[in-house]
């Protein structure tokens, strides 16, 4: 058996997991793309047969790298919102948030998963997903009473990815978040928020 460095196996597995998975969104941030396995493992300090005990191809690695974002890309989202001044206030924390991540690499993840493996399984999780995520923003334009919040929110989401594209053509996030104030801000101030970008 193996020499385990963690208390018990379990710890043991999570850890080296965790490393894996570290190393893999690190190498996904420089570069853009897909790491391979032998490159994860390498970056991990781990033995390319080990990486095959974690994760059988870079689909399976990928997708386990949306499932560790995931989380904390909602709760990034939720804890912006949370802290806004006024309910008006929460749909501009949720753009600003939304946007900030993906400046921040964390839509690389999903990006490289798509262009790596299409397909009906990828297609249902990024819908699952991105439902999830819209939610407490269907929730506030529900509060805020305004009309049809579900396609309203999915108008919000066409701005958020019209900022993200700004951020893809080489432009600021500053940049990117003073047009998303442009065209969001006159809606919350209209509803008693500010509509500023904090």
Do not use: C
């Not at 819908?127 to 049809?148: A, D, I, K």
């Not at 309203?152 to 989401?157: H, I, K, P, T, Y």
């Amino acid at each position: 058996m193996p020499r385990i460095t963690e208390p018990t196996v379990a710890e043991h597995r999570a850890a080296r997991e965790r490393a894996l998975l570290d190393a893999a969104h690190e190498l996904l941030t420089e570069t853009g793309e897909a790491p391979s396995l032998s490159r994860v493992a390498e970056r991990a300090g781990l033995g390319r047969t080990t990486m095959y005990q974690y994760f059988a191809s870079r689909q399976e690695l990928l997708q386990a790298m949306v499932r560790d974002v995931y989380p904390r890309w909602t709760a990034r989202i939720s804890g912006a919102m949370d802290q806004a001044p006024t309910e008006a206030d929460r749909l501009m924390a949720y753009a600003v948030a939304n946007v900030s991540l993906v400046a921040e690499g964390a839509h690389a993840v999903g990006s490289a998963l798509a262009a790596l493996a299409p397909g009906e399984e990828l297609d249902e999780q990024a819908t699952r997903m991105h439902r999830e995520v819209q939610e407490p923003l269907v929730r506030t334009l529900e509060r805020l009473e305004v009309e049809s919040p579900a396609e309203v929110a999915e108008l919000v989401n066409a701005v958020v990815h019209g900022a993200t594209l700004l951020l893809e053509s080489g432009r600021g996030l500053d940049e990117a978040l003073r047009h998303l104030q442009t065209v969001l801000g006159p809606m919350v101030r209209e509803r008693g928020g500010r509509g500023a970008v904090a």
